[in-house]
């Protein structure tokens, strides 16, 4: 079992940027993929992006260019910088393990 604990969400102006934080109870060291979702208000859950044990990522088209997702194994750490951000990135933000393991979620959001 892992539990996750995301933060670093908050109220910014479109254009600005936030970096999220998942920090994890054990090591992550093992842990093949680690990634992000979110849902806005009246939405399902979307993908926003993962990253694999070995380094690899993908993104959602949505946040391609903007969003760069990565670890840090040694603090039990993935982290989601988010820059260029635009009203419709506004949701709850959160952070997920293989063996469906996820966090309370952080809140974002993005004043127009």
């Known amino acids: 079992q892992v539990q996750l604990v995301e933060s670093g969400g908050g109220l910014v102006q479109a254009g600005g940027s936030l970096r999220l934080s998942c920090a994890a109870s054990r090591s992550i060291f093992s842990i093949d993929v680690m990634g992000w979702y979110r849902q806005a208000p009246g939405k399902e859950r979307e993908f926003v992006a993962f990253?694999?044990?070995?380094?690899?990522?993908n993104y959602a088209d949505s946040v391609k260019g903007r969003f760069a997702i990565s670890r840090d194994n040694t603090k039990n750490t993935v982290y989601l910088q988010m820059n260029s951000l635009k009203a419709e990135d506004t949701a709850v933000y959160y952070c997920?393990?293989?063996?469906?393991?996820w966090g309370q979620g952080t809140q974002v959001t993005v004043s127009s």
């Open positions: 990253i694999t044990r070995g380094g690899s990522t």
């Open positions: 997920y393990t293989t063996g469906n393991y």
